[in-house]
């Protein structure tokens, strides 16, 4: 550990931007990141300020950062896989660092239709775990479950009258 040490701060001073660029590319190389998940990374790293933004100007002149398409394949896969709501998605954006001028243009690629499909097909799924219950208990469990991925309550009442959950 301590002979790495030795050789990020030896190679930091000979030829910083280079470590900066191989760290961030390393960083890349899992999943796609948005320039704000980088430049901590960096940072955090020890990589100077000017530096990690000289490298993430050229990572993005050469494509290989773009927030954008980055938030819209974070919101797709968001809403596929974890049928997460607008606000979620928005909020999951903002920590990792996308521009609220990025998250605004896709989320409004969002539709109402899109999003009410996607809360319909969790609800249902959750509906089929919990269906041994009382009447009170699945309506409690299937709304709950639809606020914690972040739906509004016209929504989740609009799903909730749609598979015919009340609470009696």
Not at 17 to 40: C, D, M, Q, V
Not at 62 to 67: A, F, K, P, S
Not at 138 to 157: E, F, T
């Amino acid at each position: 550990m301590k002979l790495q040490r030795t050789l990020t701060s030896k190679t930091v001073e000979s030829d910083p931007y280079s470590l900066a660029e191989t760290i961030a590319l390393i960083a890349l190389g899992p999943r796609a990141k948005s320039r704000g998940e980088l430049f901590a990374h960096l940072k955090k790293r020890g990589i100077p300020e000017d530096i990690a933004n000289a490298v993430l100007f050229r990572l993005q002149e050469q494509g290989l950062v773009n927030d954008e398409e980055f938030a819209r394949a974070w919101s797709e896969s968001r809403q596929r896989a974890k049928k997460l709501s607008k606000r979620v998605i928005a909020s999951e954006l903002q920590g990792k660092g996308v521009s609220s001028d990025v998250i605004e243009i896709v989320i409004a690629e969002i539709d109402e239709e899109g999003e009410y499909e996607n809360a319909l097909e969790f609800a249902t799924r959750k509906l089929r775990s919990v269906s041994r219950f009382e009447t009170e208990v699945i309506y409690r469990r299937v709304h709950s479950a639809l606020m914690r991925k972040g739906y509004g309550s016209s929504l989740i009442n609009r799903v909730l009258r749609e598979l015919d959950i009340s609470p009696r």
